[in-house]
């Protein structure tokens, strides 16, 4: 069974960091994209990263120069480290293997001015 479980979401104050962790179990990442998504309440839940399996990698333009994405496939993990955090970033964060079913069950990341 193919399970992704997303860590690392918090409170932090404008300007700070985070980084969130997305640690899959039953298959291996390393055949897969993996997507960052995230949902503001009463928002439609948006893509924020990609990282393909060749390791090269995309952003939506809100986060661009403040968000990285990366990948441990030796640990079967996805990473999303956060900068520069700004009030507009508070949302659940949900990772995605591929454009499968796959989703994790998301983590809040609230940041406060």
């Known amino acids: 069974q193919v399970q992704l479980v997303e860590s690392g979401g918090g409170l932090v104050q404008a300007g700070g960091s985070l980084r969130l962790s997305c640690a899959a179990s039953g298959t291996g990442i390393d055949i897969y994209s993996v997507r960052w998504y995230r949902q503001a309440p009463g928002a439609e839940r948006d893509l924020v990263a990609l990282?393909?399996?060749?390791?090269?990698?995309n952003y939506a333009d809100s986060v661009k120069g403040r968000f990285t994405i990366s990948r441990d496939n030796a640990k079967n993990t996805v990473y999303l480290q956060m900068n520069s955090l700004k009030p507009e970033d508070t949302a659940v964060y949900y990772c995605r293997l591929g454009l499968t079913d796959h989703w994790g069950q998301g983590t809040q990341v609230t940041v406060s001015s």
């Open positions: 990282i393909r399996t060749d390791s090269t990698t």
